[in-house]
Nanobody
């Protein structure tokens, strides 16, 4: 069992940066692939990025490639999402999710554990 708590969201201007954190409780965090998803008002939840449990491979949706970086510190049971050059289109509720020994998947239904989300609002 893993519990996830996101933090780091806020209101920023276009072009600014934010770093989101996803703190996990529970054992064997290093065995979990962790993904970030987001949901904007009136839109479906979409995949943003993930970092694999083994080897630390990462993958990003096209709209954030080159701007966002996902990383993890297993000693702190935390995954980060560094977001640079933010745009109003990045405005959403951001969730982190974890799945035990997940492979390369962007499917939200594959992730068993979810946090409550942290709001990111980017003004133009």
């Amino acid at each position: 069992q893993v519990q996830l708590v996101e933090s780091g969201g806020g209101l920023v201007q276009a072009g600014d940066s934010l770093r989101l954190s996803c703190a996990a409780s529970g054992r064997a965090f290093s065995s979990y692939t962790v993904g970030w998803f987001r949901q904007a008002p009136g839109k479906e939840r979409e995949f943003v990025a993930f970092i694999k449990w083994s080897g630390g491979s990462t993958y990003y949706t096209d709209s954030v490639k080159g701007r966002f970086t996902i990383s993890r510190d297993n000693t702190k049971n935390t995954v980060y999402l560094q977001m640079n050059r933010l745009t109003p289109e990045d405005t959403a509720l951001y969730y982190c999710a974890a799945g035990y020994r997940l492979g390369l998947t962007v499917a939200s239904e594959a992730y068993a554990y979810w946090g409550q989300g942290t709001q990111v609002t980017v003004s133009s």
